[in-house]
């Protein structure tokens, strides 16, 4: 009986310590997140229109790792970058704040970072998801708010993703070496 409750603590520990090392793979930057806070502090108040069941980006990363190939998946992260990119530039024109402009051109450039360097490329396949996401109003304040309320959840499965691809090719590149001393 004290066996199996040390073997249950113990799988539960081995778990546990997994699951803070994938999320600590695909967290977001301590200053980044400091930046997207102080936004939401200045751009959220007492919304009610947050939460009306009508997400920005949240439903289409549902969807995302259940009916996408990694590729596919790879490429609508990249559009969902680049409606951000455009979100960020308009909340940017729009305001009048320089501290708010400077913490607004500090998360873009992040979040064009991770875009260039892991989700480049567009392809027709997608074209659906691609129209929902280009529709998107950026000038809409309610959408503004609700795609910052988001954003953490949206960089986290970037980063994810990001970390999959490079396992992936690590892995591949393991195989061709040993292929090669072969």
Known sequence: MIAQHMMAFFWGVCLLSLGWMT?????VPENLDKSIDELK???????????NAH???LRILKDLKVNLEETEQ???????????N??????ENDSLDEATKEKLAYVQDHLKKLQENYFPGKSAE?????????AIKENDPVVQRKALFELKRVYREATQLRNLKNKERRR???KSSKKQKS
């Open 172 to 174: 591949r590149q393991a």
């Open 86 to 91: 455009r979100i960020f530039t308009r909340m």
């Open 41 to 51: 502090a200045y751009y959220i108040k007492d919304d009610r229109e947050l939460h």
């Open 23 to 27: 999320y600590g793979e695909a967290s």
């Open 126 to 134: 997608l074209k659906t998801y691609a129209e929902t996401l280009w």
């Open 74 to 84: 790879n490429l609508l992260m990249s559009i969902i970058m680049d409606t951000y």
């Open 55 to 57: 997400p920005v980006f």
